[in-house]
């Protein structure tokens, strides 16, 4: 078993942030090691442990999307994904219930470089889609994420991501 450190790069859903931009009262906030690093997308940082065919990415950051005089309010505290050949899980913690976590997408790995970082395609599993209010149905595509491993010399998918990464401005 070995254990990295790693960072998601991901939008989550873009249409979705847009929507909360222009709401009145609409926020999105962000806790822990996770910041915004341009084009909507944000960095959680986390650690990656390898065992056998089994990838397992944890985070203890979390991102808020509020609105609504709070009658909108999706969580993604604690995100996590799980790894298993070329399918996968997007997992969050669950609220009010310690160490329990919920499964919101499946992944399909699309890409994986030499170092080990992935690019993934998101699809939203039906509890997903009941945590954002089913504005989205199931198997729904989210932006694509990217799983960058620390010391990777050759990351997917694009150069640009890592250019943000490293501009980003630390908060």
Do not use: C
């Not at 915004?36 to 999307?65: C, E, K, M, N």
């Not at 997992?91 to 080990?116: E, F, H």
């Not at 997903?128 to 694509?144: E, K, V």
Request: aromatic letters at 8%; proline letters at 8%; hydrophobic letters at 40%.
């Amino acid at each position: 078993m070995s254990q990295r450190e790693a960072i998601l790069l991901w939008a989550v859903k873009s249409s979705f942030s847009r929507y909360i931009a222009r709401m009145p009262d609409g926020v999105i906030e962000i806790a822990g090691e996770v910041r915004p690093v341009g084009h909507g997308r944000f960095a959680f940082s986390g650690q990656l442990t390898t065992a056998d065919d089994t990838i397992v990415w944890r985070s203890t950051s979390g991102i808020s999307y509020l609105g609504h005089g709070g009658l909108l309010a999706v969580h993604l505290n604690e995100p996590g994904i799980v790894i298993i050949g070329d399918t996968g899980s997007f997992t969050v913690a669950t609220p009010g219930v310690p160490d329990a976590r919920i499964a919101i997408a499946d992944l399909l790995v699309v890409a994986r470089s030499a170092g080990g970082s992935f690019s993934l395609e998101p699809h939203l599993s039906p509890n997903g889609a009941r945590m954002f209010g089913n504005q989205y149905p199931a198997g729904q595509i989210f932006d694509p994420m990217t799983l960058l491993l620390q010391g990777d010399t050759d990351p997917v998918p694009s150069p640009i991501q890592i250019q943000d990464l490293r501009e980003a401005p630390q908060t």
